[in-house]
């Protein structure tokens, strides 16, 4: 069970606008940004989000990233059929020293 | 151009010692805060954060795996060097390695911009 909680898995269908959360503690989310990778099926994961809510260059603004305390999203609007892919959060821990992903969250377009 | 390439044995027995090796270029691990960090991720499962080298040779491992993982870097060839003893069938996974940049806050957790493919590491006997 990974110390970032994500929901395993989200659907929406085309167009529309979904959210995925990830959900820490004070000594990682609470503390420390968090980041956001896209992992396409059979490929390396891809920064999509870094410092809560900044956008790599070349990442369309439909992906937006927010945090609250503890907790941090990822929305995803005007949604698309290439949007299907595993989304995982990530942030610095500082009992555990180290990065500590999120358990991943499957995103289907219906 | 940035790019990673990871590259190692395809396949290694229970008990032995896994070397994989991250060759990149289009930047330097010498930089000021640059760092370099090794991530596992077994078949349909999430990603692992396994260690990561600092530009002045900090290390930081996971506390599950600390015991049996070692990391280093070759800045000359542009290598990092990751080290996993007394593999185990539970190891299988694709191994990747990816670029972390400058971080600028004490408070930014740091993120991986680049990756490279992977390498799939099967631990059978």
């Known amino acids: 069970q990974s110390v970032l909680a994500q929901p395993p898995s989200a659907s929406g269908t085309p167009g529309q606008r979904v959210t995925i959360s990830c959900s820490g503690s004070s000594f990682n989310i609470g503390g420390y940004t968090v980041n956001w990778y896209q992992q396409l099926p059979g490929t390396a994961p891809k920064l999509l989000i870094y410092s809560d809510n900044q956008r790599p260059s070349g990442v369309p603004d439909r992906f937006s990233g927010s945090k609250s305390g503890t907790s941090a999203s990822l929305a995803i609007s005007g949604l698309q059929s290439q949007d299907e892919a595993e989304y995982y959060c990530?942030?610095?821990?500082?009992?555990?020293?180290?990065?500590?992903f999120g358990g991943g969250t499957k995103l289907t377009v219906l | 151009q940035v790019t990673l390439r990871e590259s190692g044995p395809a396949l290694v027995k229970p008990t032995q010692t896994l070397t994989l090796t991250c060759t990149f270029s289009g930047f330097s691990i010498s930089a000021t805060g640059m760092s370099v960090g090794w991530i596992r991720q077994p078949p349909g499962k999430a990603l692992e954060w396994l260690a990561l080298?600092?530009?002045?040779?900090?290390?930081y491992f996971s506390t599950s795996l600390k015991t049996r993982l070692s990391i280093s870097k070759d800045t000359s060839k542009n290598q990092v060097v990751l080290t996993m003893t007394n593999m185990d069938p539970v190891d299988t996974a694709t191994y990747f390695c990816a670029r972390r940049p400058p971080r600028i806050l004490m408070t930014d957790s740091g993120y991986f911009d680049l990756w490279g493919q992977g390498t799939l590491v099967t631990v059978s006997s």
């Open positions: 990530a942030a610095w821990d500082d009992t555990l020293h180290g990065v500590i």
């Open positions: 080298i600092d530009w002045d040779d900090d290390k």
